[in-house]
């Protein structure tokens, strides 16, 4: 008998699936003892924990702040306190070394009250009198969150207050009285993804079955969510039909609740600001005799467009060198951020009788990353970072009413976590299977030898417009370019670094581009003769962890290990596990016999061959991960060790929900596993 790419395979490993099943959690806890005695217990390992700990938990970091009316709000993480602070302060405080702050939260002291280890999710104030805010709250580090209010003035939870239960909830304020919710409301509230597809607004003091439906997407949409555009004299509330990643529609509820389609195209990203409407087109958009490119930023008076007119101005429309990755508000501008060749620059444009006056903005070392936003919309401020591979980030403030060329006041500055003048950083291009350019850059010690033995870490995602942009690689200098190693980003197709094209080149059917993509930086890295393939890693995690469990079955020649965290592997039922079914926009329906038949190609759980020769793989992931799921790394390491595969190691936490570490020390553990495994494997 004879079968093809169609024809289901027995799953031997199913039994392994399930975020809280018993025998799985056996299985996991026996393949951890496993690993951590391969990879914890030699004499650099604790060393290494304690030097990255430290630097995570430094006390000259930056403490990010957003401005709570007249206070300015940070969540803080260090060694006394590895839940975390919320807190504020003012700003001449924190423009002090060592500013005074006040706790309004204490995460630690309130798991420890309540016998729960909370990991913090987030705080929401209630604007313009930042009196009540809403806090979410994490039994485990996964998505699902209790909601809780909680009152800025008081410093303590509502005892009447709005509460939600542990779920996907997505939920923000209306007023002081009214909330939008789209929660786990009971049977048949959840989407096939598991997401809230029922939007209701909640009034205070009424019980939550009593809040009125404004919504309901269908079972096959990914979520539908409502929230409020709470900008002073240009009120609006908004409902969202989120129909996949990618695809949506978006209703203006009216003064009698009533829902008004805003007509953009399913594929747009919409926003409002003032009294404009901003629309981000992803596909080529014919509109009154006007056609406007993928990645083009569009704007016009949007009551004007809700009437029917369609005089659109473009803010930005993209060239083959420059992409829009991105933009911010203030009171009276927006702040663009304009990429080329994965590094940005950024504009001002200021409305001014009846067009756009544009002007540049910050300055940028050369391949580095600026990134600036506004403080609050009552006001031009407008903070600015800048930061690349061996610069730590710096934090400014400025204010736009004193001109885009006055230079903004350094606040802070991050701490260097390794001497980076023994480094440099370089970009470079490959060429892949089908010509396309590939961009990637490669940061290694100034007076590295060709010699092909340097160990190697070649990182990346390709996916879900995501771009990979220069970032400082701090703990990873500890980690890793102060043990020898040199670090590579590589900008594949699938992620957003050229703009939504760039993303769509790997959709679907045309997946296999992103892996062509990587497959020839790795080759490209072995030719310029920095490494070889006994002396090359790839590191990639969530979707990225899907981009190198397709390094180990399709290119295992090129690799001498893989670190694949948080995957997804098992491409026939993705979306049977967790909330997968949210991407099949991404990858397709495995369900569909034609789609599964191109899903097929790039499932690695289904490509494993005993015939083949694989590199040392480590395979980490989290009980609490209910985004993708602990289900696929525990069903291929099973797999790939039961065909008698060698050096094949697991690592599971309980913690930490899809990011697999709920507080710095689980971090600071994990990374310096990883880096005794990669040393162990592809050190010199």
Known sequence: MTTDSTTPQQDDFIWLEGIRNEQALAWAHEQNSVTLAAFTQGRDFEPLRQKVLEALNSPDQIPGIGKFGQTWCNFWQDAQNPRGLLRITSLEEYRKAEPHWETLLDIDALGKAEGKDWVYHGVYPLKPDFKRALIFLSPDGGDASEVREFDLQTREFVS?????????????????????????????????????????????????????????????????????????????????????????????LDEKKHLVKIDVPADAKFSSWREWILIQPASEWQVSGESWPSGSLLTMNFDAFMAGERALKPLF????????????????????????????????????????????????????????????????????????????????????????????????????????????????????????????????????????????????????????????????????LDRGGV???????????????????????????????????????????ITSAAHLAAQGGSNGGLLVGNML???????????????????????????????????GDPQDPEEWAFIREFSPYHNLSPAKK?????????TSDDRVGPDHARKMAAKMQAMGIPDVYFYENTEGGHSAAADKAQSAFKRAMVSEFLLRFIGR
């Open 487 to 529: 670090f590579v980003l590589a900008n594949i197709r699938g992620g957003g670094e050229y703009g939504p094209e760039w993303h769509k080149a790997a959709l679907k059917e045309k997946r296999l581009r992103a892996y062509e993509d990587f497959a020839s930086v790795a080759k490209a890295l072995i030719a310029s003769n």
């Open 317 to 480: 429309v993209p060239t083959a060198q420059d992409q829009l990755s991105g933009y911010s508000c203030t009171r009276d501008h927006i702040i663009l951020s304009i990429t080329r060749d994965v590094v940005n620059r950024l504009e001002v444009l200021t409305p001014e009788q009846g067009d756009w006056r544009r002007e540049p903005f910050g300055h940028v070392p050369e391949l580095s990353k600026i990134n600036a936003w506004g403080v609050a919309d009552d006001s031009n401020q407008y903070f600015m970072s800048v930061s690349g591979f061996l610069q730590p980030a710096s934090l400014s403030l400025g204010d736009l009413d004193n001109g885009a060329h006055q230079p903004a006041e350094l606040l802070k500055q991050d701490p260097s976590h390794f001497d980076a003048s023994r480094y440099q950083v370089s970009q470079h291009f490959a060429q892949s299977d089908d010509g396309t350019r590939v961009p990637y850059f490669v940061i290694c010690r100034k007076d590295v030898v060709y010699d092909g033995k340097n160990p190697t870490l070649l990182y990346g995602y390709g996916g879900f417009e995501v771009s990979l942009d220069p970032y400082y690689l701090g703990v990873s200098g500890v980690a890793w």
């Open 160 to 252: 009447d207050g709005f509460f939600l239960p542990v779920a996907k909830s997505r939920t923000g304020w209306i007023d002081h009285d009214h909330l939008f919710v789209a929660t786990d409301f009971g049977e048949d509230s959840l989407t096939d993804s598991g997401y809230p597809r029922i939007v209701k607004i909640w009034s205070r003091g009424t019980p939550l079955s009593e809040a009125t439906t404004v919504y309901s997407a269908g079972k096959k949409d990914m979520m539908a969510v409502g929230y409020h555009d709470s900008f002073k004299g240009f009120e609006h509330d908004y409902v969202v039909r989120v129909i996949d990643f990618y695809h949506r529609e978006v209703f203006l």
């Open 553 to 587: 079955t399709r290119y295992p020649e090129l690799f001498g290990a893989i670190v694949c965290e948080v995957p997804l592997l098992d491409m026939e039922r993705y979306t049977q596990i967790s909330a997968g079914a949210s991407w099949i926009a991404e990858y």
């Open 614 to 622: 694989y590199p040392p793989v480590l395979f980490s992931t989290a």
